[in-house]
Structures are given as structure tokens and as C-alpha cells.
């Protein structure tokens, strides 16, 4: 078994910046994919940034150019670096991680969440 923690949310006002942090444990033998993804009320979850095969770097249209992600698959750690914050960013945010586990092969796991709100 994997377990995300996620670490970093809070309540911040808009132009401000928010540092989410999100560390893997567990038995794993590799990390192929890390990301966060956020879910807003009332909306389905969507992609905000993920790091694949460890160099490649994908962000959502929306947090191009204000967010930026960094990893280190290694230890299984992401980090997402979020600037000029707006009420849009508003949601909850999830670590997401593609794992490799011996004899199970990739496995998807999910942190618990970690709230981000925007409001002056």
C-alpha cells in the first residue's frame, strides 16, 4: 500500500502564492507519473500540472505561466509553486501519483486533499 500526503493549502489573497508539497510512502519500486489535479464545488476534477517519465511537464491552459511543478521521483515527492492566485484557483487540490509495485505493476494512488482558497 501507497499513502499521499499532501501538505501546503490555506487561505490566501488573490495575486498571493501557495506552496503544495506532497510526499509518497510506502513499498514502491518506481514512480512514473506525479501531478496535482483540483476539484471546485460544483465542477468535476480536472488536471492542473503533472511531470511524466520524470522530465516531461504538462500544465492546464488556466495555470500556464503561474503555476509551476517539481518532483523528484526518487524519493516520491511533487511540489506545486502557485502564483498571482485567483478566486478561479479556488478547490481542493489532490496529489496523484502513477506508481510501479513489484508484482503488481503501475498503480494510481490519491492523496486526501488539501483545501485552497482564494478570497480577499
Known amino acids: 500500500q501507497v499513502t499521499l500526503m499532501e501538505s501546503g493549502g490555506g487561505l490566501v489573497q488573490p495575486g498571493g502564492s501557495l506552496r503544495l508539497s506532497c510526499e509518497a510512502s510506502?513499498?514502491?519500486?518506481?514512480?512514473?507519473?506525479m501531478g496535482w489535479y483540483r476539484q471546485s464545488s460544483g465542477k468535476q476534477r480536472e488536471m492542473v500540472a503533472l511531470?511524466?517519465?520524470?522530465?516531461?511537464?504538462i500544465y492546464a491552459d488556466s495555470v500556464k505561466g503561474r503555476f509551476i511543478i517539481s518532483g523528484d521521483a526518487a524519493r516520491g515527492t511533487v511540489s506545486l509553486e502557485m502564483n498571482s492566485l485567483t478566486p478561479d484557483d479556488t478547490a481542493v487540490y489532490y496529489c496523484?501519483?502513477?506508481?510501479?509495485?513489484?508484482?503488481?505493476?503501475?498503480?494510481?494512488?490519491w492523496g486526501q486533499g488539501t483545501q485552497v482558497t482564494v478570497s480577499s
Open positions: 510506502g513499498d514502491f519500486a518506481s514512480v512514473y507519473s
Open positions: 496523484r501519483m502513477s506508481v510501479g509495485i513489484v508484482g503488481l505493476g503501475a498503480k494510481i494512488f
Open positions: 511531470i511524466t517519465s520524470g522530465i516531461s511537464t
